[in-house]
């Protein structure tokens, strides 16, 4: 089936808008979550949020983490909470910042309450990495970046990158 979607890139203003509630978890829904799975699996991503596919729409999916532990799953009208402990930094790219890298500060341990596709409510709790990657993708749906993120050393190391991007790559 012909897909509608692609990845966005920075800096398209749909990466920049805080992304609607889904008012109804249906079909529709439904292919644009499959979409986003095929989307994020080619890119070889780990997180992928509905605004990086051009729909303000607050969902985001992740992958399996590298080590197996976590399969594909979906996460709609999410809602997190449950932060305890010291910021640690870890290094992060994005896949709407090409080339981007950098050393984000997030919360070592996250709750996360959020809908699955079938509109059922979950909650699942972490204080393992795919905690960063919730944090990562929740940002997607508020408009913000890993470059709002960076310390202002990264931020000046990716200064050109973010340019070229800006310009049209
Ligand atoms: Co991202």
């Not at 532990?69 to 909470?81: A, E, G, K, R």
């Not at 010291?86 to 890298?101: K, N, T, V, W």
């Amino acid at each position: 089936m012909a897909r509608k979607r692609q990845i966005v890139l920075y800096p398209d203003p749909v990466l920049r808008r805080r992304a609607k509630s889904v008012e109804r978890v249906d079909d529709s829904i439904r292919d644009l979550v499959r979409e986003m799975f095929e989307i994020m699996d080619e890119e070889e991503g780990i997180g992928l949020a509905a605004p990086q596919v051009g729909e303000s729409l607050r969902i985001f999916v992740t992958g399996p983490h590298a080590d197996g532990t976590h399969p594909h799953m979906t996460y709609i009208n999410p809602v997190l909470s449950g932060f305890d402990g010291e910021l640690q930094a870890h290094d992060e790219g994005c896949l709407s910042l090409p080339g981007i890298r950098g050393e984000i500060r997030r919360q070592p341990h996250a709750v996360i309450e959020a809908l699955d596709v079938e509109g059922k409510p979950f909650r699942m709790e972490s204080g393992d990495f795919i905690a960063r990657v919730w944090q990562h993708e929740f940002d997607h749906l508020e408009g913000i970046l890993i470059i709002d993120r960076m310390t202002a050393l990264d931020r000046l190391r990716v200064r050109r990158a973010v340019k070229e991007l800006e310009s049209g790559g």
